[in-house]
C-alpha cells in the first residue's frame, strides 16, 4: 500500500515512509500551468474513456501560499479549460474598469496613451494564490492527486532519461545528520513528469544544463517584482482601477515600471519591476519601490491606509527567443519555467495555462496511443504554431529594445507595434542579466532615505508580513559553490550586491576578526531566486528547504 501524503487544499502533515509511487505523470508544481495540465489530462481521459494517473507536487504548504504576481487576468485559456468557470465560482470577479499609463518625473506625472498591449477590457484583477486554490478543487474533483508540503528536490534518472522526481528529506540538521524528527523523501515514479515550477525552478536549471536545452536559444532574462497589498481608504479606491508607470524612480538606463491595481474590499495591491539587467551594483530594486511610493500622485493612493502583505517574486522577461528547447528525455517544460510572459501585456498566465494544455493533450496522445513519451517533441512545435507562440513572436523585440535605454525602447516599441505589427524581419537578442554589472569603480553610490515606518519600510518588517517561515537548524538552502568569491568577486569588486538584490535582507556582509565574511540568512528567504540570477560570478544555487517551507502568502 503506498504511502498518503499532504492533501492539497487542506493544511493536513501525514508523515511517510521512505518507498517510491507510481503515477503516468508527475507535475512539479501547483501553479496555473501545472494545474492545467493536470486538468486537462483528466478531461481528455473522461472524454476518451482512458485511464491516466496524475500527481501534482506542491512545495508550499498550500496551493497558493507560494504563487505571487500582480495580476490582471486576460481570461482566454481559462475560457478554454472551464468554460464554465464563473457558474464554478472561480474567483475571477473584479472586471478592469479604466487603465492609466503615466510616465513620472521627480515631481510629475504624465499621461501617456495606454500601450495597445496594455488595454485591458475584459480582464480581471485577481489573486492568482487563490485562482490556484481554486484550480486544484476542481482537479481532485476529476481525480488529481495534489500533495502539498513536499519539495521535488532530485531528478531520478535511468539510462540517461527521466523517470520520475524525489522529495526531500526532512529531519536534517544545519550539518546534514539526521535528528530524531527525520524523514526520508520518497520517489514518485512516472512515465513522464512536467516541471511547472514557476520563474527560474531549480529542477529545470539542471534539466536545460543537462540536456543543452538552450543550445541555439538566447539566455532567459528576469525582472524582479516586489508586491505590497494596502487597506486603503474607501473614499482613495477605485474598484476596477489599474495604473502602471515607466520612469522615475529609476534612471533611464534601468529597465522597470509599477502597477497598481484596484481590487474589492477596498484594497489595493502596489507593485514594482525592476529588470535584472540593471548594470549600477549599489542599486537596490527594494529601495527604488518604496522611493516610488513617495512620489505625489502615488503617495495619496495610500493616505490612512495600512499595509497587510508584502512578497517577491522574478519573472522570466526573455520572451519567444529566450523560449528553451521544451522537452528532454521523460520530461517537458511548461509555464513560466520556460518563460512564456509577454512583457509589454504583463500578463503571462494565460500563457502559462494554455502552454500546460497544449502539453496535456501532445503527452496523452503519446500515452495512450502507444508511442514513446521521448516523442512528445511535438508539443514544441504544437505551442510555437498556436495563439501563444503567435502571441510572443509578435512582441519578441519589446523588451530587448530596452537594453538601449528608456526613450528608444518606447519609441522603437512604437513603430515595432503600429508600423511592423510585430513581424519586422529582425529578432532582437537577449543577454544574461548576471553579466550586465559595472565595477564598483565605475558606477556611482546611491544614496536611499530612510523609511518612515507609514509608507515606507525596511525589509525585516515586510519580510514578517510575508509569514515567511523556515526552521533554523537544517541544511541552508542558498549554497555557495565557492565561499571565497563571495569576497574576491563580489565585494571585492562589486561592492557586494547580494546585500542590495535581495528583498528579503537574506545576505550581509559582516566582520569577523577584521575580515569581511557573507552572512546568509537563510530564515528570511521569500524564494524569489534574485541571487541565483543575478550574482555576477554565478555563485549562489537555491536549492528547495524542507517542504512547507517558505513565505505563507495570503491573496496575493
Known amino acids: 500500500m503506498r504511502p498518503r501524503l499532504a492533501q492539497a487544499v487542506q493544511l493536513v502533515y501525514i508523515p511517510i515512509m521512505s518507498d517510491s509511487m507510481q503515477f503516468?505523470?508527475?507535475?512539479?508544481?501547483?501553479?496555473?500551468?501545472?494545474?492545467?495540465?493536470?486538468?486537462?489530462?483528466?478531461?481528455?481521459?473522461?472524454?476518451?474513456?482512458?485511464?491516466?494517473?496524475?500527481?501534482?507536487?506542491?512545495?508550499?504548504?498550500?496551493?497558493?501560499?507560494?504563487?505571487?504576481?500582480?495580476?490582471?487576468?486576460?481570461?482566454?485559456?481559462?475560457?478554454?479549460?472551464?468554460?464554465?468557470?464563473?457558474?464554478?465560482?472561480?474567483?475571477?470577479?473584479?472586471?478592469?474598469?479604466?487603465?492609466?499609463?503615466?510616465?513620472?518625473?521627480?515631481?510629475?506625472?504624465?499621461?501617456?496613451?495606454?500601450?495597445?498591449?496594455?488595454?485591458?477590457?475584459?480582464?480581471?484583477?485577481?489573486?492568482?494564490?487563490?485562482?490556484?486554490?481554486?484550480?486544484?478543487?476542481?482537479?481532485?474533483?476529476?481525480?488529481?492527486?495534489?500533495?502539498?508540503?513536499?519539495?521535488?528536490?532530485?531528478?531520478?534518472?535511468?539510462?540517461?532519461?527521466?523517470?520520475?522526481?524525489?522529495?526531500?528529506?526532512?529531519?536534517?540538521?544545519?550539518?546534514?545528520?539526521?535528528?530524531?524528527?527525520?524523514?526520508?523523501?520518497?520517489?514518485?515514479?512516472?512515465?513522464?513528469?512536467?516541471?511547472a515550477e514557476g520563474c527560474h525552478g531549480s529542477l529545470t536549471k539542471k534539466m536545460i544544463a543537462k540536456f543543452n536545452l538552450r543550445h541555439g536559444r538566447d539566455p532567459q532574462t528576469y525582472g524582479l517584482g516586489i508586491k505590497e497589498i494596502w487597506q486603503a481608504d474607501p473614499a482613495l479606491h477605485k474598484q476596477g482601477l489599474i495604473v502602471h508607470s515607466v520612469g522615475w524612480p529609476l534612471r533611464a538606463d534601468t529597465y522597470g515600471g509599477s502597477f497598481l491595481y484596484h481590487f474589492d474590499n477596498n484594497q489595493i495591491a502596489v507593485g514594482f519591476v525592476v529588470g535584472l539587467d540593471y548594470s549600477n551594483p549599489y542599486l537596490s530594486p527594494f529601495e527604488e519601490f518604496q522611493r516610488f511610493k513617495t512620489h505625489p500622485k502615488i503617495a495619496p493612493y495610500f493616505k490612512g491606509g495600512k499595509?497587510?502583505?508584502?512578497?517577491?517574486?522574478?519573472?522570466?522577461?526573455?520572451?519567444?527567443?529566450?523560449?528553451?528547447?521544451?522537452?528532454?528525455?521523460?520530461?517537458?517544460?511548461?509555464?513560466?519555467?520556460?518563460?512564456?510572459?509577454?512583457?509589454?501585456?504583463?500578463?503571462?498566465?494565460?500563457?502559462?495555462?494554455?502552454?500546460?494544455?497544449?502539453?496535456?493533450?501532445?503527452?496523452?496522445?503519446?500515452?495512450?496511443?502507444?508511442?514513446?513519451?521521448?516523442?512528445?517533441?511535438?508539443?514544441?512545435?504544437?505551442?510555437?504554431?498556436?495563439?501563444?507562440?503567435?502571441?510572443?513572436?509578435?512582441?519578441?523585440?519589446?523588451?530587448?529594445?530596452?537594453?538601449?535605454?528608456l526613450w528608444a525602447g518606447i519609441i522603437y516599441s512604437a513603430i515595432d507595434t503600429y508600423i511592423f505589427r510585430g513581424r519586422a524581419p529582425w529578432t532582437l537578442r537577449n543577454r544574461a542579466d548576471h553579466t550586465g554589472l559595472k565595477n564598483k569603480q565605475s558606477a556611482a553610490k546611491i544614496e536611499y532615505p530612510k523609511p518612515d515606518g507609514v509608507l515606507t519600510f525596511d525589509r525585516m518588517s515586510s519580510v514578517y508580513l510575508s509569514s515567511t517561515n523556515h526552521a533554523e537548524d537544517q541544511p541552508c538552502h542558498l549554497q555557495l559553490r565557492d565561499p571565497e568569491k563571495a569576497i574576491k568577486v563580489n565585494y571585492d569588486l562589486f561592492a557586494g550586491p547580494e546585500s542590495r538584490y535581495c528583498p528579503a535582507g537574506v545576505y550581509e556582509f559582516v566582520d569577523i576578526d577584521g575580515q569581511k565574511k557573507l552572512q546568509i540568512n537563510a530564515a528570511n528567504c521569500v524564494h524569489c531566486k534574485t541571487c541565483d540570477i543575478k550574482d555576477p560570478s554565478q555563485n549562489i544555487d537555491w536549492v528547495p528547504p524542507q517542504g512547507g517551507e517558505g513565505p505563507s502568502y495570503t491573496n496575493m
Not at 69 to 86: F, M, Q, T
Not at 311 to 322: C, H, K, L
Not at 352 to 378: R, V, W, Y
Open 307 to 405: 499595509r497587510i502583505s508584502y512578497g517577491a517574486r522574478t519573472i522570466s522577461e526573455g520572451g519567444f527567443q529566450s523560449i528553451p528547447k521544451l522537452t528532454f528525455p521523460g520530461g517537458m517544460l511548461i509555464g513560466d519555467t520556460a518563460g512564456f510572459l509577454n512583457v509589454p501585456k504583463i500578463k503571462g498566465t494565460h500563457t502559462a495555462m494554455k502552454s500546460g494544455m497544449i502539453a496535456a493533450e501532445c503527452l496523452f496522445d503519446h500515452l495512450t496511443g502507444g508511442n514513446a513519451p521521448d516523442e512528445a517533441d511535438q508539443y514544441e512545435q504544437t505551442l510555437k504554431s498556436s495563439w501563444v507562440g503567435a502571441e510572443l513572436y509578435g512582441v519578441r523585440n519589446i523588451r530587448p529594445s530596452f537594453h538601449f535605454g
Open 24 to 195: 503516468d505523470v508527475v507535475i512539479v508544481g501547483a501553479g496555473p500551468s501545472g494545474l492545467a495540465a493536470a486538468i486537462r489530462l483528466k478531461q481528455l481521459a473522461k472524454q476518451k474513456g482512458a485511464e491516466i494517473s496524475v500527481c501534482v507536487l506542491e512545495k508550499g504548504a498550500e496551493v497558493g501560499s507560494h504563487i505571487m504576481s500582480g495580476a490582471v487576468l486576460e481570461p482566454r485559456a481559462l475560457n478554454e479549460l472551464i468554460p464554465d468557470w464563473k457558474e464554478k465560482g472561480a474567483p475571477v470577479t473584479i472586471e478592469a474598469a479604466e487603465d492609466k499609463f503615466l510616465f513620472l518625473t521627480k515631481k510629475f506625472a504624465f499621461r501617456l496613451p495606454t500601450p495597445k498591449q496594455m488595454h485591458n477590457k475584459g480582464n480581471y484583477i485577481i489573486s492568482l494564490g487563490n485562482l490556484c486554490k481554486w484550480l486544484a478543487a476542481q482537479a481532485q474533483e476529476m481525480g488529481v492527486d495534489i500533495f502539498t508540503g513536499f519539495a521535488a528536490a532530485e531528478m531520478v534518472m535511468e539510462n540517461n532519461r527521466v523517470v520520475g522526481v524525489k522529495t526531500g528529506d526532512m529531519g536534517l540538521d544545519k550539518h546534514g545528520n539526521q535528528t530524531a524528527q527525520y524523514q526520508p523523501g520518497v520517489v514518485i515514479n512516472a512515465k513522464q513528469t512536467i516541471l
